[in-house]
């Protein structure tokens, strides 16, 4: 047992500048897709999900604008707790992406907490994994419990709409546009969880792996990190993956993670079920990086 739950939450994203918005949106299966301002290799408009900031920004700013909203967010839902006592852990892009913003992670965490007049814990810290990150942020903020923080924070705040970032991917044929089906759409976002020891949705289990066959390698994948992480997490929560009702996945429209996605279902599920529903937010949210906490 994880001890966690999540008992607020906060989002910006192309579709909702906050939770309850984004939320609404999602219901109604509404996106925000549209041509971006960067061209293809081939000549195309490639697609994405840019959030309608007012006023425009651009850079660094951009990111802390983003992240300012989920923050409050969750800082409003903290009752009776002192929010000095309440560490934050900010997951941001991997460190070797093409295009990375510089000097986000020495200052991008403490310059956002200053803005919306909120402190930084001792225990605060920036995590460096991409779309990864808040799975190992869930991670450290259990440690962090066990050591007697009542709540924790875990934010993320990332965009693929950057030219480099873009150009990058583009080179490799992975974003989507009207003539490359087997692409991501590019797009932006924040979101941030505020994790205690009571709520509806309490965390069970946490499990972790890691891929040889990545998307990039040009090795077949049976999936083996996937693998290995779902029945780490799993067999952490005590139940077997038959009793699980509904999955929610980070695929991205690449056909790499569908397939990925299906290996594993067929290597962990031994027990026939009539149904799992399957939801992919980057459906309506666009691929999000690090914001998809």
Not at 103 to 110: F, N, T
Not at 150 to 171: E, H, N, P, R
Request: aromatic share 6%; charged share 25%; with cysteine.
């Amino acid at each position: 047992m994880s001890g966690l739950a999540i008992e607020a939450c906060g989002m910006t994203t192309a579709i909702g500048l906050t939770a309850a918005a984004a939320a609404a949106a999602q219901r109604a299966r509404l996106s925000n897709f549209e041509e971006t301002h960067f061209i293809s290799h081939d000549g195309k408009w490639m697609i994405g999900a840019e959030v309608p900031l007012d006023p425009p920004k651009r850079g660094r700013a951009r990111l802390q604008a983003l992240l300012e909203g989920p923050l409050r967010e969750c800082y409003a839902a903290l009752g009776d707790v002192d929010p000095k006592d309440v560490p934050v852990l900010l997951c941001l892009a991997e460190a070797d992406r093409p295009g990375r913003l510089a000097g986000v992670d020495a200052s991008l965490l403490h310059d956002t907490l200053r803005a919306i007049g909120q402190p930084v814990h001792e225990d605060s810290a920036v995590i460096i994994y991409g779309r990864v990150g808040g799975i190992v942020a869930l991670r450290d903020a259990r440690e962090l419990m066990k050591k007697g923080a009542q709540k924790v924070i875990i934010a993320g705040v990332d965009s693929y709409l950057l030219a480099q970032t873009m150009g990058f991917y583009d080179a490799e044929d992975r974003v989507l546009t009207e003539t490359n089906s087997n692409g991501f759409p590019a797009a932006e976002g924040a979101g941030a969880v505020l994790l205690g020891r009571e709520g509806a949705f309490k965390l069970l289990g946490l499990g972790f792996g890691r891929e040889a066959a990545h998307i990039t390698s040009g090795e077949p994948t049976r999936a083996d990190g996937l693998v290995t992480a779902m029945r780490g997490a799993l067999g952490e929560a005590g139940i077997d993956f038959s009793e699980v009702d509904y999955r929610v996945s980070d695929l991205n429209g690449e056909q790499y993670y569908f397939k990925e996605a299906a290996l594993a279902l067929t290597r962990v599920l031994r027990i026939r079920v009539e149904q799992m529903d399957l939801w992919n937010p980057a459906s309506e949210f666009g691929y999000t990086g690090a914001a998809s906490i």
